[in-house]
């Protein structure tokens, strides 16, 4: 019995030593773009920087916040847009 318990706790451990290195792939990827969104648009040039491949990125994002690289690009380019658009005093047509 302790020698499953044990087993258990391992598997949870390697878990969340995946899991930090996925977080910190996110962290650094969200970092990068909001730092560059207005430029860079595309996974590929993100990955570069990050050093790590686009499956990996993808794989990371998925796992933490449930969505995909290029949709936190479109999602952070429309907040963008939006908050342009609730700041500005030009009319919109």
């Known amino acids: ?36 969104f207005k430029e860079q648009k595309s996974v590929s040039k993100y990955t570069f920087q990050l050093n790590v491949t686009q499956k990996r990125l993808s794989s990371a994002t998925l796992k933490i916040m449930a969505i995909t690289p290029k949709q936190m690009i ?6 963008e847009a939006k ?11």
């Not at 908050?83 to 047509?93: A, G, I, N, P």
């Open 1 to 36: 019995m302790l020698l499953l318990s044990e087993r258990e706790r391992q598997n949870q451990n390697s878990t969340q030593i995946n899991k930090g290195a996925d977080l910190e792939n996110v962290i650094n990827f969200r970092d990068l773009l909001d730092k560059h």
């Open 74 to 79: 479109g999602a952070r380019i429309l907040l």
């Open 83 to 93: 908050r342009l658009l609730v700041h500005t005093t030009d009319s919109v047509k």
